[in-house]
């Protein structure tokens, strides 16, 4: 039997139609809000995005006194709207190790949306996974703060 590849996986339920849902993650001004925590800014001129099979995306947080600046990266590789979106991130854009993230939306009813989200690639240590999906949490919860304020 084989392993299972190093990654992480998480669930979470919206409070939110998922057509919403997916504009958070693809849309440049609402992922910039959430993405990276919305204490710590991403400047409007940070921010990039195309997204297509095969285009890139961008976002610089700023530097605060909590945390230095991350520039993360990546490359759309599959964009089906609105239920599933895969591409590529990193915050060391220069240093070439990517990793992949799937993020699939099912549509719950009721306004409701159940996310999975996936990263795998095996570029980082189990302990790193772990602080990775920390990360995604807060990242995560920010979003769902952001949903529900809408």
Do not use: N
């Amino acid at each position: 039997m084989a392993e299972p590849e190093p990654g992480l996986r998480i669930t979470r339920v919206f409070d939110a139609p998922r057509d919403q849902v997916w504009k958070e993650w693809t849309e440049p001004e609402r992922f910039a809000d959430w993405f990276g925590l919305r204490s710590t800014p991403a400047p409007a001129d940070g921010v990039a995005m195309d997204v297509r099979p095969g285009g890139t995306w961008r976002l610089t947080m700023a530097a605060t006194d909590q945390h230095p600046e991350i520039r993360w990266a990546g490359e759309y590789r599959e964009v089906a709207a609105p239920e599933r979106l895969v591409f590529t991130i990193t915050d060391r854009p220069d240093g070439g190790e990517y990793e992949l993230v799937t993020v699939e939306l099912a549509d719950l009813g009721d306004g409701r949306t159940r996310m999975e989200l996936e990263q795998t690639g095996g570029h980082l240590t189990p302990e790193e996974y772990e602080r990775a999906g920390q990360g995604w949490g807060g990242f995560l919860d920010d979003l769902a703060a952001r949903l529900a304020e809408r």
